[in-house]
């Protein structure tokens, strides 16, 4: 295999968390036991330092069709709306005809964003029913993946271009930021959000490793790829999105200077040896800890006579329950607010869904899988603590 980002044939395993799901999709009662298994291991590149997985499940199989749906969550939505905000202040809050082209777009909510604020937008989305859901909202998108070929046909330039959360996602990963390159104007800039690796490890979220996610950047990795394609990062700024997650300004080389921002957290990488291949072992450590502690619990809590409940069925929870081994002998739901997931049941652990506005009981303890919006799922649901529901966060960065 060679590196995804500079073509290195010199990569080491640093995680292996076993044969796994693919984890978006969730299944009917019909297929239960039927869904293929891949490989989900972490290898690391000795060259560049990016860290990656060596196993890529088919775009077509992951993005094609799913149930995400970005404008469930309003942490999600006011985040959007703020970067949109920044990205209109400081760059084109004065350009007349400005636009702007969200990659991976899903239903649309970015992009609400930039329309109230006068842009002509355009989104780029390769799953069927997402994309219909924001035309059908006024969103213009082209139901497609993203890439140089889709570039060359629409023919023009964008002021701003938005990746949020797909950057780490790309099979076609240069073809895509070449696609970027050609289509950002000349004083355009292109943001780029995406799951800060130095953040997964310090907050031991190992679920955020799933297929889809073929990458996992640092400031340090993800400027090499930028370079690679004649595009760098001027500023970056920490966002507590999604436990930790990284907003970054970018544009053709040359055009500007970075900020002292970016410099401070890039030398941050380098004290903290963020970037070397021993911090990746010893992260594989922890997770094994982490395992058999939230086992206990579960076990302790079970003997107790305790009912437990997944709160939330995001992706990135099923790389947990398929890795710790949590199924129906802990877990009896888990409780979704996203309805296009009524009647199915997770992917490898096979726990049913329940749709959260049509609970008629309730468990002792919910297991939070959705621990990246903790504050939210505290304050909608601080009725229940008052009733003696305890939350567990597998997961509990400081900020999330």
């Not at 760059?91 to 777009?105: C, E, M, Q, Y």
């Not at 992009?111 to 029913?129: C, I, M, N, P, R």
């Not at 995001?314 to 888990?334: A, E, H, M, R, S």
């Not at 959260?356 to 601080?382: C, G, H, M």
């Amino acid at each position: 295999m060679q590196c995804r980002v500079c073509d290195s044939t010199r990569l080491d395993l640093a995680i292996d968390l076993g044969e796994q799901p693919w984890c978006n999709h969730f299944l009917t009662p019909a297929e239960v036991g039927q869904e293929p298994y891949y490989p989900l291991r972490v290898l690391y590149c000795q060259d560049c330092g990016t860290v990656q997985l060596d196993y890529t499940v088919k775009k077509e199989i992951m993005f094609g069709d799913h149930t995400y749906l970005s404008g469930v969550t309003k942490s999600l939505s006011d985040h959007f709306a703020r970067v949109a905000q920044e990205v209109d202040e400081r760059f084109f809050a004065n350009t007349p005809g400005k636009s702007v082209l969200d990659i991976g777009s899903n239903d649309g909510t970015q992009l609400k964003h930039f329309q109230a604020l006068g842009y002509d937008v355009l989104g780029v989305e390769s799953s069927k029913t997402t994309a219909k859901i924001a035309n059908d909202a006024g969103v213009p998108t082209l139901n497609d993946f993203f890439n140089l070929e889709v570039v060359k046909k629409l023919g023009r330039k964008f002021s701003a271009i938005n990746a949020a959360g797909v950057f780490f996602h790309l099979e076609e990963l240069h073809s895509v930021t070449e696609g970027i390159r050609e289509a950002l104007a000349e004083d355009g800039v292109f943001v780029v959000q995406f799951l800060y690796m130095k953040r997964i490890v310090e907050n031991l979220a190992f679920d955020q490793i799933y297929h889809e996610h073929l990458l996992y950047y640092n400031l340090q990795t993800i400027e090499v790829l930028l370079n690679r394609h004649g595009l760098s990062m001027f500023d970056a700024y920490l966002a507590p999105i999604h436990g930790g997650s990284i907003v970054g300004f970018v544009t053709h080389q040359g055009k500007r200077q970075p900020t002292e921002r970016l410099q401070g957290m890039r030398q941050a990488e380098i004290d903290e040896k963020s970037n070397d291949y021993q911090t990746y072992l010893d992260f594989a450590q922890r997770i094994e800890t982490m395992k058999a502690e939230n086992l206990a619990y579960l076990d302790q809590a079970k003997q107790a006579g305790k009912t437990i409940w997944g709160f939330g069925a995001p992706v990135k929870g099923n790389t947990l329950l398929n890795y710790f081994g949590i199924g129906t002998q802990y877990l009896d739901y888990l409780v979704e607010k996203n309805e296009l997931r009524r009647g199915l049941v997770s992917p490898g652990m096979h726990i049913p869904l329940l749709i959260e506005k049509e609970l008629t009981s309730l468990p002792d303890i919910y297991y939070v899988l959705a621990w990246n919006f903790k504050r939210e799922i505290l304050a909608n649901n601080q009725h229940l603590i008052d009733q003696g529901v305890e939350f567990f966060f597998p997961v509990n960065p400081p900020d999330a």
